[in-house]
């Protein structure tokens, strides 16, 4: 069989999404955020929503995802995406509505908008980039950097007398009582990867049928933040991360039983 | 037809006048003096009425964030506040103004800096004209003088913050905020619906499209954000053709007040006063703030012996009255600051010593 014959349009098992816009990627190569965008670009394209979804992005390496994903977007303030998106589909209710945080957006500046927009139970889908650093400003700490993590301001390590401690969103907010389904996931191999985009359009589905937040956090890297090769800083990731940011579901609303670990912490 | 005349405190007309003005939505946080603006907002339910969104936000930072979302969705949203609100406000300010999004802020100015007093003041005049965020920026900025013209500056400020894209805010303060007067109101326009939000905003509005379109006021290349600044400032001049103001005896004055919201009131008697010792006084009042009445003050004030600059604060204003008149006439300051209201006396008092005796 010769190739031109294997390039057939029904020998395609896949191809980027068609609300992927074609502009050049400005992240780091290896960096998470391109393959979080591009889940959530199929997701959208999946649900034939793309007219119907307005997405908010943050400050930070990713602030300028507006470029990439074929929708309208609404570029917010450092933190306040998810007070702008509260906005949004509470004056349009019938629109799908998602925010796009890295972890300095979310859990440091913003930290007020997003409890509080959790707590409310607004009807949004929240996506929170956790690289353990603040990439886009060069590599400062975040609160959720490791102890002993270095980065450009705990150059010695993260000490937790001067820095205090690590700071676990997804715990915070599967706590309150407006979110409905509340996970973290990765994005490193392919099998995490497939269930990453589960977990987006189960978060897509919750909103439609009016549940409440649903808040994905994607433990990530960011290479050049921490100094090391791409294939080194997932390495990386798997030994330390994952201990301490443990990947699965926290809270889903749509399992009568609960999810595993609502189920793990009532034994 | 007269519209239905009644009765209120100026912050229960601002909500009043939303509702009947068919506005979207509403996102506050309490401070006094101004509180009543939500909370009649809240007991009159107006979602039940026109679908009007009100929500109690968890500070002023996200509430003007949320004026942020509302506005680039091309709804009509507002917030209203007062001084240490207004500032935790500041950022976004600058973000609606650098995104070139409509929207109105109420600021019931109080006494400070600081926590400061709950009373009277207009103190935040530098903030609220002359940008108050980070930025080359200015929004639009009415002072009311009564109740009558909270409910009138609603609807206007809508129609100036819609027809050139930007933050527009109404600064009161303490006492008009809490005085009773009469007020006729307006009669109910209903809200726009998508489609008619569609046609007015263009393509500016994210409410869901096939178009791609992106509210933002990121631009990395400094030569396109020039470019930028240079549109807005085209903006801002084109602005200034917006210019209200009052003129009160002032054909045959000698000498000017200018003042502007509650102490605009305060100079009528003063001049009343003044003129029944001889003195021929008028009073110019800036109505819009920014733009900046300066073509008529200069016109009327070098023609005078002197102006007397009269403002609740320690003297902010009295710099855009200088410049207006190139400091060809003598301009002094009047006032008392802090929270406290000055009497017609007092600005009688200073006028003599500074402007007549000086
Ligand atoms: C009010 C404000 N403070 C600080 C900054 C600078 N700043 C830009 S991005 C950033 C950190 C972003 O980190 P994170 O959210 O973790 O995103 P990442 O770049 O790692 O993807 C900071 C502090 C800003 N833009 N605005
Ligand atoms: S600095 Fe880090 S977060 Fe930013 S693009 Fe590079 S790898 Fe990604």
Redesign the pocket.
């Known amino acids: 069989m010769e190739l031109k014959d294997i390039i057939k349009e029904e020998n395609i098992v896949y191809k980027k999404s068609k609300l992927i816009l074609d502009n050049v990627m400005?992240?780091?190569p290896?960096?998470?955020?391109g393959v979080i965008h591009k889940l959530i670009a199929e997701v959208i394209d999946e649900m034939d929503i793309q007219e119907k979804t307005i997405g908010v992005s943050p400050v930070?390496?990713?602030v300028f995802a507006y470029n990439y994903i074929d929708i309208d977007w609404q570029e917010a303030a450092h933190g306040r995406a998810p007070a702008v998106g509260t906005a949004i589909k509470r004056l349009l209710p019938e629109k799908f509505v998602f925010t796009y945080q890295?972890d300095g957006d979310l859990a440091s500046i913003g930290a007020a908008e997003i409890l509080h927009a959790c707590n409310r139970g607004e009807d949004i889908v929240c996506i929170f980039v956790n690289?353990a650093?603040y990439?886009?400003t060069g590599?400062q700490m975040a609160p959720t950097t490791l102890v002993g993590m270095k980065t450009a301001t705990t150059p010695y390590g993260r000490d937790v007398e001067l820095n205090g401690y690590p700071m676990k969103m997804t715990e915070l907010v599967a706590q309150l009582p407006g979110t409905c389904y509340v996970t973290r996931q990765s994005v490193e191999t392919a099998a995490a990867v497939r269930k990453t985009k589960k977990a987006i359009r189960k978060a897509f589905e919750n909103q439609k049928e009016k549940r409440g937040t649903s808040f994905i956090e994607v433990v990530?890297?960011?290479?050049?933040?921490w100094k090391v090769d791409p294939v080194k800083a997932n390495k990386w990731m798997q030994d330390h991360m994952f201990k301490f940011y443990q990947l699965g579901d926290l809270k889903d609303a749509t399992k009568p039983e609960g999810s595993e670990y609502e189920q793990y912490i009532k034994e | 037809m007269m519209g239905e005349l009644r009765l209120m405190k100026g912050n229960e007309v601002i909500a009043e006048a939303a509702i009947r003005a068919g506005v979207d939505g509403y996102f506050g946080y309490p401070i006094t003096p101004q509180s009543e603006v939500m909370e009649t907002l809240m007991l009159r339910k107006p979602w039940e009425e026109t679908g009007m969104v009100v929500l109690q936000a968890e500070s002023e930072v996200a509430s003007i964030n949320m004026v942020y979302g509302g506005a680039a969705c091309g709804k009509m949203v507002m917030t209203s506040s007062s001084s240490p609100g207004f500032s935790l406000m500041q950022e976004g300010m600058s973000y609606l103004a650098g995104a070139e999004l409509p929207c109105v802020v109420v600021n019931v100015v109080r006494g400070g800096p600081g926590l400061g007093t709950i009373q009277p003041s207009q103190a935040d005049y530098f903030q609220a004209v002359k940008g108050g965020g980070h930025g080359d920026y200015h929004a639009i900025v009415l002072a009311p003088n009564s109740v009558q013209e909270m409910n009138d500056f609603v609807t206007l400020a809508f129609d100036l913050a819609f027809k050139y894209r930007t933050p527009a805010v109404i600064l009161s303060d303490g006492a008009i905020g809490q005085m009773m007067e009469k007020v006729v109101l307006n009669d109910f326009v209903p809200r726009r619906t998508e489609e008619q939000i569609r046609k007015q905003c263009g393509d500016w509005c994210t409410i869901g499209s096939k178009n791609h379109r992106v509210v933002t006021s990121l631009e990395l290349d400094s030569s396109v954000m020039e470019k930028r600044n240079i549109e807005l400032l085209k903006k801002y001049a084109e602005i200034q053709k917006e210019v209200l103001f009052e003129e009160y005896m002032v054909d045959d004055a000698d000498y000017l007040f200018v003042a502007f919201g509650l102490a605009s009131r305060i100079c009528k008697k003063a001049i009343e006063m003044a003129r029944a010792k001889g003195h021929k006084v008028g009073l110019i009042r800036p109505i819009t703030l920014y733009p900046f009445p300066t073509k008529v003050i200069h016109d009327r004030g070098i023609k005078t012996k002197g102006i007397l600059c009269v403002e609740m604060n320690a003297g902010q204003m009295i710099e855009d009255v200088k410049l207006a008149v190139e400091c060809k006439v003598p301009v002094e300051w009047a006032g008392r600051y802090g929270g406290i209201i000055p009497s017609p006396d007092e600005i009688l008092e200073a006028f003599e010593t500074k402007i007549i005796g000086g």
């Open positions: 400005h992240y780091c290896g960096c998470s955020h930070g390496c990713s890295g690289n650093i990439g886009m590599g990530s890297t960011c290479n050049s933040g």
